[in-house]
């Protein structure tokens, strides 16, 4: 009897985490998809409009090249690279994961 209750069991819980993950799914696609729909429906901002004024990169005109310096924090992804390289990011982020210099 606990046999064939505890199979019973599986196989409800089966068929409902199975029903769970479909309307889950179902449901981010919808989201998806009406995201979609407001982007295309929506106005659209004119060239050289997305960056609002006072901003860096207002008008297509971005901040001079800053090479790195000594100490300053790379990274592996090249758009946040370039965002430092241009002033928009600190090069010389610590991370705050990592364990303080040490004191000489």
């Known amino acids: 009897m606990v ?11 089966g068929a409902l ?4 993950d479909g309307t889950f799914f179902l449901g981010l696609m919808g989201w998806d ?7 295309v429906i929506t ?13 860096p990169g207002e008008g297509g005109v971005w901040p001079e090249y800053i090479p790195p310096q000594e100490g300053d924090s790379r990274c592996s992804c090249p758009a946040l690279n370039a965002m ?3 002033g928009l990011l ?3 982020f610590i991370s705050s994961f ?7």
């Open 3 to 13: 046999f064939i209750v505890t199979a019973l069991r599986r196989i409800g819980r």
């Open 17 to 20: 985490s199975k029903v769970f």
């Open 33 to 39: 998809f009406s995201l979609f729909l407001v982007n």
């Open 43 to 55: 106005f659209k901002r004119k060239v050289g409009r997305v960056t609002p004024k006072g901003q």
């Open 84 to 86: 430092a390289n241009h």
């Open 90 to 92: 600190f090069l010389h």
């Open 98 to 104: 990592s364990p303080p210099p040490p004191e000489y």
